[in-house]
């Protein structure tokens, strides 16, 4: 079955313990990002890859990290993470990114930073 | 100005009700447009692209009016199912621009 998996589904840290999120999918897609999703301000993007070895900033990158080693693997990182990262987040890939692909989501890690 | 605009609702309507959402835009440069369904705490899906001359799949039909910047989606004979966020997407270099969604309530 064609998917994006994401996981963990739900995590509670503290402030400053690094984690990280895994992302990964089966499609052969190029391209995969991350948004974060909170009350009143919808889906913001904070990275996303064109291609393995090629990232880019969204439009809120500040206090994260990503990689692309892989093709099929997009992990998100937090280094020292802050109670305003507290949120609902998902990866997407999608065939090609740009005009005219849809992105396809994973089903969402909900963060609380304590 | 946020790029994409959309009415938060709710929007409540009976079964069997036709309904309609506008999604108006801005920086038209963009050739892809979409609507994604989010129903509550759960991942966005596909519900369908937007072309040009408008389409339709079953109950659902989505137009695009490049002229007045908007792009629309018309639910016919709405189901409790329906009941859902529908978020616009305007596509378009690799920064997507989501709409903060319109709330869709359907009842008995």
């Known amino acids: 079955e064609a998917q994006v998996t994401q996981n963990p589904r739900y995590l509670i840290t503290v402030t400053g313990k690094k984690l990280t999120v895994t992302c990964s999918q089966n499609?052969?897609?190029?391209?995969m990002s991350w948004y974060r999703q909170d009350p009143g301000l919808g889906l913001r993007q904070i990275y996303y890859?064109?291609?393995?070895?090629?990232?880019d900033k969204g439009d809120v990158p500040e206090g994260y990290k990503v990689s692309r080693k892989e093709k099929r693997n997009f992990p998100l990182i937090l280094e020292s993470p802050s109670p305003n990262q507290t949120s609902l987040y998902f990866c997407?890939?999608?065939?090609?990114?740009?005009?005219?692909?849809?992105?396809?989501f994973g089903n969402g890690t909900r963060l609380t930073v304590t | 100005r946020k790029e994409v605009e959309q009415d938060p609702g709710p929007f409540n309507v009976p079964e069997g009700a036709t309904v309609a959402f506008n999604c108006t835009y801005s920086?038209?440069?963009?050739?892809?447009f979409f609507w994604y369904r989010q129903d509550c705490r759960k991942e966005p899906k596909l519900l369908m692209s937007?072309?040009?001359s408008g389409n339709e799949d079953g109950r659902f039909t989505a137009q695009l009016n490049r002229a007045s910047q908007y792009i629309s989606l018309l639910i016919r004979d709405s189901k409790l199912s329906d009941s859902a966020t529908y978020l616009c997407?305007?596509?378009?270099?690799?920064?997507?621009?989501f709409g903060r969604g319109t709330s869709l309530i359907v009842h008995p």
């Open positions: 997407a890939s999608s065939l090609s990114g740009g005009q005219g692909s849809p992105l396809h």
């Open positions: 499609m052969n897609h190029e391209y």
């Open positions: 890859s064109m291609n393995v070895e090629v990232t």
């Open positions: 920086n038209s440069a963009s050739q892809s």
């Open positions: 937007v072309y040009s």
């Open positions: 997407v305007k596509g378009g270099s690799y920064i997507p621009t």
